[in-house]
């Protein structure tokens, strides 16, 4: 049976490797050159805070 502190030092390993790999194809990412959006929600991005709202009446998915 292997150690727990020894699983734990694995996973925190495995975790820092993630996160740096994460942060590095963040840095080497393109910006995405999307068109203006014409007729769009105003405020907040809908599918970021979880609901859509039209005319007062928001509706959660």
């Given at each position: 049976?292997?150690?727990?502190?020894?699983?734990?030092?694995?996973?925190?390993?495995?975790?820092?490797?993630a996160l740096?790999?994460?942060?590095?194809?963040?840095a080497?990412?393109?910006p995405?050159?999307?068109?203006?959006?014409?007729?769009?929600r105003d405020?907040?991005?809908?599918?970021?805070?979880?609901?859509?709202?039209k005319?007062?009446?928001?509706?959660d998915?």
């Amino acid at each position: 049976m292997s150690d727990p502190t020894d699983k734990q030092a694995r996973i925190a390993e495995a975790a820092k490797r993630a996160l740096a790999e994460a942060q590095e194809r963040k840095a080497n990412a393109k910006p995405l050159d999307l068109p203006k959006e014409l007729g769009g929600r105003d405020g907040p991005e809908p599918i970021r805070y979880g609901d859509w709202e039209k005319k007062g009446i928001a509706t959660d998915f």
